[in-house]
C-alpha cells in the first residue's frame, strides 16, 4: 500500500522535514550530527528550499547548525575560557584590547552575519574614525583573529574572516604612517652631550647610555639587577624583563617579572666602556643620595636603576624624560642662533635601540652576531633594520662622493 506524501495548500509534495504551519509559512526540521533539533522558517515553499540547501552545505563542510544566534562576543568569552599558555600581562592586554574596541558594538554582531568586508571596515573605522595607531589595531587584530579562529576550529565557521586584514589595512594606509628612524650620529652626539653635562637632565644619563650603547629592550633595562651584570667578564646577562600592566582584579595595575618571550631573548651581551662607565656613575650617584632599591618583584629585587623613592623605573617615565629633553636640548641649540643647528628629533626608548643596531651596521658587525645582541629570535627582523639602515648608508656615502666630486671639479676648474 503507497504512502501518502504530505502536501502544501497548493498541493505542492513536500519533502521530508518540509511542513506547512497553520498561519500558511513553511518549516524545515532536521538533527545535526550530535542529535540536536533544530529549524528554519519561511514564508514561502522556494524560499524555505533555499534555506534547505544552506542548512546542507553548512552539514556537508562540518559546520555547526547553532551558529545563527552565535556573537563574536560569544565566541570571546569562550576564547578566554580556552586560552592557556600566554603570559599573565600578555593576556590582560588581548583582554583590554577587546573589551575596549570590538566589544561594545562590532563584537555583536552574530557570526553567521560576518563578511570578510566587516573586518576591514572596521579595522578602517578604527584607523580613519578613532584615530588609532596602527601598533594598536595589530593587538586588537591578533586577539580578534584567534577568537574567529576558534570559531572555525568549533566548526561555528567555514574561514576566518580576519585572514590577511590586517595586511590590507597596512598596505591601505602605508603613507598614513612615520616610519621609524634611528638618531643620525651628529643627534645622538647632540644626546649624549646634553645629557653629560651637569644639570636637571644629567640625572639620566646613566639608564639612557646603557640603552644606547646595548640595545636592550627597556623592560630588560629597567629589570636589570647588580647581580645581573660582571665587571669582570665584562658582560651583562639579559634574563628577565620589568613590565607594567594592568592585572585585573583588586591588584589593578602593577609591576611583574617575565623571562623573554622567545629562547633568544634570554642572552649575555658584551658590556662596552661606556656601559661600564653609566653602570659606576649610577652607583656612586646611589650612593651620594644615599638611595637603595625599596622594590621586591616576584622576588626580585636590587634593581640597579630606581627613582628617587628606591622603587624601579616606569617605561612611561622615561619616555616622558626623553620628551623633556629634547625639548630643552633644542630650545638650547636655538638659543645659540648657529645657522642650520642638528636639532633632535622625537624619540623614545625603542628610538635608542634602534639607533644602537644601526651603529652596530654602519660598524659593519656580522648580522647573526647582531641578532644574538638585540634577541631576536627571527633573522628576517634584524634584516629588515639592517636594509633600512644600509640603505641610509648609501645615501650618506653617495652625498660624500658628490661632495669629493664637485670639490675635484672645482679644482680643475682652478687650475685652468
Given at each position: 500500500?503507497?504512502?501518502?506524501?504530505?502536501?502544501?495548500?497548493?498541493?505542492?509534495?513536500?519533502?521530508?522535514?518540509?511542513?506547512?504551519?497553520?498561519?500558511?509559512?513553511?518549516?524545515?526540521?532536521?538533527?545535526?550530527?550530535?542529535?540536536?533539533?533544530h529549524s528554519v522558517y519561511a514564508k514561502t515553499l522556494d524560499?524555505?528550499?533555499?534555506?534547505?540547501?544552506?542548512?546542507?552545505?553548512?552539514?556537508?563542510?562540518?559546520?555547526?547548525?547553532?551558529?545563527?544566534?552565535?556573537?563574536?562576543?560569544?565566541?570571546?568569552?569562550?576564547?578566554?575560557?580556552?586560552?592557556?599558555?600566554?603570559?599573565?600581562?600578555?593576556?590582560?592586554?588581548?583582554?583590554?584590547?577587546?573589551?575596549?574596541?570590538?566589544?561594545?558594538?562590532?563584537?555583536?554582531?552574530?557570526?553567521?552575519?560576518?563578511?570578510?568586508?566587516?573586518?576591514?571596515?572596521?579595522?578602517?573605522?578604527?584607523?580613519?574614525?578613532?584615530?588609532?595607531?596602527?601598533?594598536?589595531?595589530?593587538?586588537?587584530?591578533?586577539?580578534?583573529?584567534?577568537?574567529?579562529?576558534?570559531?572555525?576550529?568549533?566548526?561555528?565557521?567555514?574561514?576566518n574572516p580576519a585572514d590577511n586584514a590586517l595586511k590590507e589595512?597596512?598596505?591601505?594606509?602605508?603613507?598614513?604612517?612615520?616610519?621609524?628612524?634611528?638618531?643620525?650620529?651628529?643627534?645622538?652626539?647632540?644626546?649624549?652631550?646634553?645629557?653629560?653635562?651637569?644639570?636637571?637632565?644629567?640625572?639620566?644619563?646613566?639608564?639612557?647610555?646603557?640603552?644606547?650603547?646595548?640595545?636592550?629592550?627597556?623592560?630588560?633595562?629597567?629589570?636589570?639587577?647588580?647581580?645581573?651584570?660582571?665587571?669582570?667578564?665584562?658582560?651583562?646577562?639579559?634574563?628577565?624583563?620589568?613590565?607594567?600592566?594592568?592585572?585585573?582584579?583588586?591588584?589593578?595595575?602593577?609591576?611583574?617579572?617575565?623571562?623573554?618571550?622567545?629562547?633568544?631573548?634570554?642572552?649575555?651581551?658584551?658590556?662596552?666602556?661606556?656601559?661600564?662607565?653609566?653602570?659606576?656613575?649610577?652607583?656612586?650617584?646611589?650612593?651620594?643620595?644615599?638611595?637603595?632599591?625599596?622594590?621586591?618583584?616576584?622576588?626580585?629585587?636590587?634593581?640597579?636603576?630606581?627613582?628617587?623613592?628606591?622603587?624601579?623605573?616606569?617605561?612611561?617615565?622615561?619616555?616622558?624624560?626623553?620628551?623633556?629633553?629634547?625639548?630643552?636640548?633644542?630650545?638650547?641649540?636655538?638659543?645659540?642662533?648657529?645657522?642650520?643647528?642638528?636639532?633632535?628629533?622625537?624619540?623614545?626608548?625603542?628610538?635608542?635601540?634602534?639607533?644602537?643596531?644601526?651603529?652596530?651596521?654602519?660598524?659593519?658587525?656580522?648580522?647573526?652576531?647582531?641578532?644574538?645582541?638585540?634577541?631576536?629570535?627571527?633573522?628576517?627582523?634584524?634584516?629588515?633594520?639592517?636594509?633600512?639602515?644600509?640603505?641610509?648608508?648609501?645615501?650618506?656615502?653617495?652625498?660624500?662622493?658628490?661632495?669629493?666630486?664637485?670639490?675635484?671639479?672645482?679644482?680643475?676648474?682652478?687650475?685652468?
Amino acid at each position: 500500500m503507497a504512502i501518502e506524501r504530505r502536501k502544501d495548500n497548493k498541493r505542492r509534495v513536500l519533502k521530508e522535514g518540509e511542513y506547512q504551519r497553520a498561519n500558511g509559512t513553511f518549516e524545515y526540521k532536521w538533527r545535526d550530527k550530535r542529535g540536536k533539533r533544530h529549524s528554519v522558517y519561511a514564508k514561502t515553499l522556494d524560499e524555505l528550499r533555499e534555506k534547505e540547501n544552506d542548512v546542507l552545505r553548512d552539514a556537508l563542510d562540518g559546520i555547526r547548525a547553532d551558529k545563527n544566534d552565535l556573537t563574536i562576543n560569544d565566541l570571546y568569552h569562550r576564547w578566554v575560557q580556552l586560552k592557556k599558555g600566554l603570559k599573565a600581562n600578555t593576556f590582560q592586554c588581548y583582554k583590554y584590547s577587546y573589551t575596549q574596541y570590538v566589544e561594545p558594538s562590532f563584537g555583536k554582531i552574530h557570526i553567521i552575519d560576518l563578511k570578510r568586508s566587516d573586518v576591514r571596515t572596521f579595522y578602517n573605522h578604527l584607523a580613519d574614525t578613532q584615530h588609532l595607531k596602527a601598533g594598536t589595531i595589530d593587538s586588537i587584530h591578533t586577539v580578534l583573529h584567534q577568537v574567529l579562529e576558534l570559531g572555525v576550529e568549533d566548526e561555528y565557521l567555514r574561514y576566518n574572516p580576519a585572514d590577511n586584514a590586517l595586511k590590507e589595512l597596512k598596505k591601505a594606509h602605508n603613507n598614513d604612517t612615520e616610519k621609524k628612524r634611528a638618531l643620525t650620529i651628529p643627534e645622538q652626539r647632540l644626546l649624549e652631550s646634553f645629557l653629560a653635562k651637569q644639570g636637571q637632565y644629567h640625572r639620566w644619563y646613566p639608564i639612557f647610555t646603557v640603552m644606547l650603547y646595548t640595545g636592550m629592550r627597556v623592560g630588560e633595562v629597567t629589570g636589570l639587577r647588580w647581580q645581573d651584570i660582571d665587571f669582570e667578564e665584562g658582560t651583562i646577562s639579559v634574563n628577565h624583563t620589568l613590565v607594567y600592566f594592568d592585572r585585573g582584579g583588586a591588584e589593578k595595575c602593577g609591576f611583574a617579572i617575565n623571562t623573554p618571550k622567545t629562547k633568544a631573548g634570554e642572552r649575555t651581551i658584551p658590556m662596552l666602556p661606556k656601559v661600564r662607565e653609566a653602570f659606576i656613575k649610577e652607583k656612586e650617584y646611589q650612593e651620594e643620595a644615599e638611595l637603595s632599591c625599596n622594590a621586591v618583584v616576584d622576588g626580585y629585587t636590587d634593581f640597579i636603576f630606581i627613582n628617587r623613592f628606591g622603587n624601579t623605573q616606569n617605561q612611561s617615565t622615561l619616555n616622558k624624560a626623553l620628551r623633556r629633553i629634547v625639548r630643552d636640548c633644542n630650545y638650547k641649540v636655538l638659543d645659540t642662533g648657529k645657522k642650520d643647528p642638528v636639532l633632535l628629533p622625537k624619540i623614545s626608548n625603542h628610538t635608542l635601540r634602534h639607533t644602537f643596531t644601526t651603529r652596530m651596521c654602519e660598524a659593519g658587525v656580522n648580522i647573526k652576531a647582531m641578532q644574538d645582541i638585540l634577541g631576536h629570535a627571527d633573522a628576517e627582523t634584524t634584516l629588515q633594520i639592517y636594509a633600512d639602515a644600509t640603505k641610509e648608508l648609501k645615501k650618506s656615502e653617495l652625498i660624500n662622493f658628490e661632495d669629493y666630486f664637485n670639490a675635484l671639479k672645482e679644482e680643475q676648474e682652478n687650475d685652468a
